[in-house]
C-alpha cells in the first residue's frame, strides 16, 4: 500500500535553516523498518494548469507492504517522534492512503 502526506509548513518555518530539519526528519522516517519504499519532495517546477496544486511545500510517498505495516507504523516511536517535533510547524496536512 502506499501513504501520502502533504505538508503546509507555516510561514515562520520557511527559511533554510527550518527546512533543512524538516527534511532531515523527513529522511529518519524512512529508516524505519516498516517502510519498503518511497520518497519526500518539494512540488515540481512545471507549466502551471488548472489541475495543479502547488500550494503545498513537502509531499512524502511512502510504501509498505501490507496495510498491517502501515497500521504498525502509525504507532512507531519515531513516527509519534516526527510528529512531535513538528506539528506546531504546519498550517495544514493531508493524507492520502491507496490500497
Known amino acids: 500500500m502506499e501513504h ?5 509548513l507555516k510561514e515562520e518555518y520557511q527559511n533554510a535553516a527550518d527546512r ?3 527534511e532531515q526528519g523527513l529522511a529518519r ?4 523498518g516498516l517502510v519498503v ?8 517546477k512545471v507549466v502551471v494548469r488548472p489541475v495543479i496544486d ?3 511545500t513537502y509531499a512524502l510517498s511512502m510504501q509498505f507492504a501490507t496495510v ?3 497500521n504498525a507504523y502509525q504507532d512507531d516511536p519515531d513516527h509519534h517522534a ?9 498550517a495544514k496536512v493531508l493524507v492520502m492512503d491507496l490500497a
Open 68 to 70: 498491517e505495516d502501515h
Open 20 to 22: 533543512a530539519m524538516f
Open 37 to 44: 519504499g518511497g520518497r519526500w519532495a518539494v512540488p515540481a
Open 82 to 90: 516526527f510528529v512531535q517535533t513538528f506539528k506546531e510547524w504546519w
Open 29 to 32: 522516517l524512512f529508516e524505519i
Open 4 to 8: 501520502h502526506v502533504y505538508f503546509w
Open 54 to 56: 502547488q500550494s503545498w
